[in-house]
Structure formats: structure tokens, C-alpha cells
């Protein structure tokens, strides 16, 4: 602030940005990180990130449809 009280735009710009990094919505990671956690628990009894069961199966579904296909694709030659 300047000695008439007046506040400059860097100060402002200041502000915004440390009120924009302490807001969780505007962080992707953040908010992808709650988006793709279990709704019941997010944090498990060690502090850690516990993803959705939804997640979990989705990622083991299309691990077993690429195996699938590449074994197909690849490896199968009669």
C-alpha cells in the first residue's frame, strides 16, 4: 500500500493468486484426486488416498479387454 492507502494491481494480483492456490476446485490434481476417491472413505486408517471401487474395476476391466485383444491381435497364430 502506498502512503494514500491505496492498494497496487501486483498487490492484488498477489492476493488473488494465494487465494486461488489455497481453493481446492481450482486445482486439477486436487480435484480429480476427489473425484476418483471411494465416497464412503477417501483416507484410509494410514493417511493414504483410497481410490473407488468403481475405479478399481473399470482399471481391471480394460487390462483384461487389452490382454484380450493383444493376445488375439499378437500373440494367437495358428
Not at 497496487?8 to 486461488?20: G, N, V
Amino acid at each position: 500500500m502506498d502512503a494514500q492507502g491505496h492498494v497496487t494491481p501486483e498487490e492484488i494480483r498477489r492476493a488473488l493468486l494465494s487465494m486461488d492456490r489455497s481453493d481446492a476446485e481450482s486445482n486439477l490434481r486436487q480435484a480429480l484426486l476427489r473425484l476418483l476417491a471411494d465416497d464412503l472413505k477417501p483416507i484410509d486408517e494410514r493417511g493414504r488416498w483410497k481410490p473407488s471401487p468403481l475405479l478399481i474395476l473399470v482399471a481391471v476391466l480394460v487390462c483384461a479387454l487389452g490382454g484380450v485383444f493383444f493376445y488375439f491381435t499378437l500373440g494367437a497364430h495358428p
